[in-house]
């Protein structure tokens, strides 16, 4: 059941130009509208993001280990030992892919290896070598990952740059890598932001549709950011105990009884239960309003099944008893005033 409201027009010629103010519908909280906003809500758009893991493939900036086996003489071309690295953005000892994708190895030449996997270019390396040596055992493997990383930032323990690898770069990984998830996050409300295009990705919603976050795997240049419960809150307001900003869950979950809760309840005192409202894209073009009737019988199972968006305000109307009380508090003082400016005039 709803119901429009609606500002009065102006009948004369001059204020009748004037648009007329926009109808707001009032929706009633029932178990037909929960069931309609369920129906509602849309499947998560991280599902665009599901891949099958991949090989890693070399790129520019990588660091080769190639060890030739019984040829000690090769292992100069590697460089300085390890421990000579001062800086962790130094590259260690090892043969850095340039800017074309080549390295450059003894007896074997330039080779190009940015877009191999290591074993194709362990094979490669033999190849070439077996026109100088005789059956030689070479291996490869990747001493630094420096070509790809991913970001991740906002709420994680330790936000930055993780470099991609081996190990398949998934969304839980790049998580875990970060640090995990601070006290103040909202795993419903992450945004990952993938060649001009923005996903938003909610945990919570992918695992009550049997869909597994791992499956999300994350690219070179991608952007994770982890937002704040705060920054996704309610404004609960009017004759409750504690007006307040209530957040939402660490599943991002938020309902009208948890905000309440937040809030101290309402004032019995002052409160007029059967106006209880929820009030969405007040700032918006098509504002949505839900009326509660708190006395109702089933109110608390409707208010702990009404899912709050962020943003809402959620306001408790006053009783006509508090609004007169209200009334004579700010008019007695001026009457005392002039009593007492009238007894001093005497």
Do not use: C
């Not at 109808?23 to 991280?46: F, G, H, M, P, Y």
């Not at 599902?47 to 080769?64: C, T, W």
Request: charged fraction near 20%.
């Amino acid at each position: 059941m709803h119901m429009n409201v609606q500002a009065p027009v102006a009948t004369n010629s001059t204020e009748s130009a004037q648009p007329q103010a926009s109808v707001v519908t009032v929706n009633e909280i029932d178990t037909s509208l929960l069931k309609r906003l369920r129906e509602q809500t849309t499947a998560s758009d991280a599902s665009a993001l599901f891949a099958a893991p991949r090989p890693y493939q070399l790129g520019i900036a990588d660091v080769l280990q190639i060890t030739v086996w019984d040829h000690p003489e090769l292992a100069a071309a590697l460089g300085a030992p390890a421990q000579a690295q001062l800086r962790p953005a130094d590259a260690p000892a090892g043969f850095v892919i340039d800017q074309s994708g080549d390295i450059q190895f003894p007896y074997a030449g330039t080779l190009h290896v940015a877009g191999l996997r290591v074993e194709q270019v362990r094979d490669l390396l033999t190849r070439r070598l077996s026109n100088m040596f005789r059956n030689p055992q070479v291996t490869v493997r990747v001493a630094s990952f420096r070509s790809s990383q991913v970001y991740v930032d906002g709420e994680v323990r330790a936000p930055g740059a993780q470099a991609i690898n081996d190990v398949p770069m998934t969304l839980y990984e790049a998580i875990s890598r970060a640090g995990g998830f601070t006290a103040a996050a909202d795993e419903s409300r992450m945004t990952l932001v993938r060649d001009g295009g923005r996903y938003l990705i909610d945990m919570a919603k992918m695992v009550s549709q049997r869909q597994n976050p791992a499956s999300v795997m994350l690219k070179s240049g991608d952007l994770l950011r982890v937002s704040s419960r705060d920054e996704n809150g309610v404004f609960v307001m009017g004759e409750v105990n504690r007006p307040t900003t209530a957040v939402p869950m660490k599943s991002g979950g938020l309902t009208l009884s948890d905000a309440l809760s937040q809030a101290g309840s309402i004032n019995v005192a002052s409160a007029n239960a059967t106006q209880m409202y929820v009030i969405r894209n007040a700032m918006g073009d098509t504002a949505e309003v839900y009326h509660l009737d708190a006395q109702s019988p089933v109110a608390m199972v409707l208010a702990n099944q009404f899912e709050l968006k962020p943003k809402d305000v959620v306001y408790v109307d006053s009783t006509g008893l508090a609004r007169f009380s209200r009334i004579l508090s700010q008019l007695l003082p001026a009457i005392n005033a002039g009593l007492t400016a009238a007894v001093v005039t005497k």
